[in-house]
T-cell receptor, first 114, second 112 residues
Framework: AQSVTQLGSHVSVSEGALVLLRCNYS??????LFWYVQYPNQGLQLLLK??????LVKGINGFEAEFKKSETSFHLTKPSAHMSDAAEYFC????????????FGAGTRLFVKA | KAGVTQTPRYLIKTRGQQVTLSCSPI?????VSWYQQTPGQGLQFLFE???????NKGNFPGRFSGRQFSNSRSEMNVSTLELGDSALYLC???????????FGQGTRLTVV
């Protein structure tokens, strides 16, 4: 069965500092992996996705993530945090294409300090 | 291209009532999934429909049901509402063969 673990329910960084949000997954087959961002009272917006092409995936807003099969990890990074990055971030795994059952992690709320 | 549209955005219902939420997917997307988001349980998968058929189902009681129409629009129904059903209900659509889901802004349901 698929599962996703996000380490740290809250992460706080200073503006301009590195952002690192951790995600580990379990899947019985090669997975599709995603990072989504959610702003208050909004839906989820896709940041980036891994679908078995390049292991380093670049997304929107300067975010990127690296798929490491040996560590079953898919950590999200951004070199320099901006105040507008403050939001909740969700890692997700899907074992199928299309609208198959996508499992989400518990989420990590990112705080950015001025 | 219009995104996923959910209506209504906000809803207040009384315990014991029933409610129907609507979702219009992105044009051309035939898969629609529903999720419940609460502070305590996070994002939980309810069910997924493809070509008017339920293709996947999460672990929710039978009070939660859904359907999909021939134009891919979907509705979700919750009967005999409980206080614990208060949540943000999110709908997502995907194109056939696509890997990612595109989400609507959600319907905030409050049960009093």
């Amino acid at each position: 069965a698929q599962s996703v673990t996000q380490l740290g329910s809250h992460v706080s960084v200073s503006e301009g500092a590195l952002v690192l949000l951790r995600c580990n997954y379990s899947s019985s087959v090669p997975p599709y992996l995603f990072w989504y961002v959610q702003y208050p009272n909004q839906g989820l917006q896709l940041l980036l996705k891994y679908t078995s092409a390049a292991t380093l995936v670049k997304g929107i807003n300067g975010f990127e993530a690296e798929f490491k099969k040996s560590e079953t990890s898919f950590h999200l990074t951004k070199p320099s945090a901006h105040m507008s990055d403050a939001a909740e971030y969700f890692c997700a795994v899907s074992e199928g294409r299309g609208g198959f059952k996508t499992i989400f992690g518990a989420g990590t709320r990112l705080f950015v300090k001025a | 291209k219009a995104g996923v549209t959910q209506t209504p955005r906000y809803l207040i219902k009384t315990r014991g009532q029933q409610v129907t939420l609507s979702c219009s997917p992105i044009s051309g997307h035939r898969s629609v999934s529903w999720y419940q988001q609460t502070p305590g349980q996070g994002l939980q998968f309810l069910f997924e429909y493809f070509s008017e058929t339920q293709r996947n189902k999460g672990n929710f009681p039978g009070r939660f049901s859904g359907r999909q129409f021939s134009n891919s629009r979907s509705e979700m129904n919750v009967s005999t509402l409980e206080l614990g059903d208060s949540a943000l209900y999110l709908c997502a659509s995907s194109r056939e063969g696509g890997a990612e889901a595109f989400f609507g802004q959600g319907t905030r349901l409050t049960v009093v």
